[in-house]
């Protein structure tokens, strides 16, 4: 049985970070109520389908691309630390009928705020069950795209 309080080892792990000269509230509210301005690579976009915001709560987005693309995030909250850092993976769902079903896991995402001086530290991570599956997301341009996301919600708060 793995030791909970074991070091995690961050090898599996990709991530992003940013300062936002903008108070904590500013970030959070932005981070989690205005995620339809910051959250996909302009020209994407994404529609927020349902955010449950509680452990076990469903969260769903379709991302969608200049083209017609469409993609699809569907998963539930791991943690939601109000002020602080939200937490999903897409290892499992939840439907309709608010049950909890097995799915292909690829990630468990970590969105998280800090105060930094004056302003606030945001720091984006995926963290993932195998080095292939880290190495897919970054194959897919991880860094690039998750920095542009970050850069879009630093604008959009520092405007604020």
């Given amino acids: 049985m793995p030791n909970p309080a074991a070091p995690i080892d961050t090898a599996q792990e990709l991530s992003v970070t940013c300062f936002i000269a903008a108070a904590p509230a500013v ?12 959250w996909c690579p302009k020209p994407w976009r994404v529609e927020v389908i349902e955010q449950d915001r509680r452990p076990g709560g469903r969260c769903s987005m379709v991302m969608h691309g ?25 290892a499992v769902t939840r439907d309709g009928a608010d049950d ?3 799915a292909g896991p690829f990630m468990i995402g970590f969105w998280e705020i800090a105060p930094e001086g004056t302003g606030t530290r945001y720091t984006a991570r ?31 708060c520092e405007a604020s």
């Fill in 27 to 38: 970030v959070w509210h932005a981070l989690t109520d205005r995620q339809e301005e910051w």
């Fill in 66 to 90: 200049p083209n017609g693309e469409r993609a699809p995030q569907e998963g539930i909250y791991l943690a939601w630390d109000e002020g602080r850092r939200v937490v999903t993976t897409d």
């Fill in 100 to 102: 909890i079903r097995p």
């Fill in 126 to 156: 995926a963290r993932h069950w195998t080095d292939e599956a880290r190495q897919q997301h970054e194959a897919m341009d991880f860094v690039q795209g998750w920095q542009v996301c970050a850069d879009q919600l630093k604008t959009l």
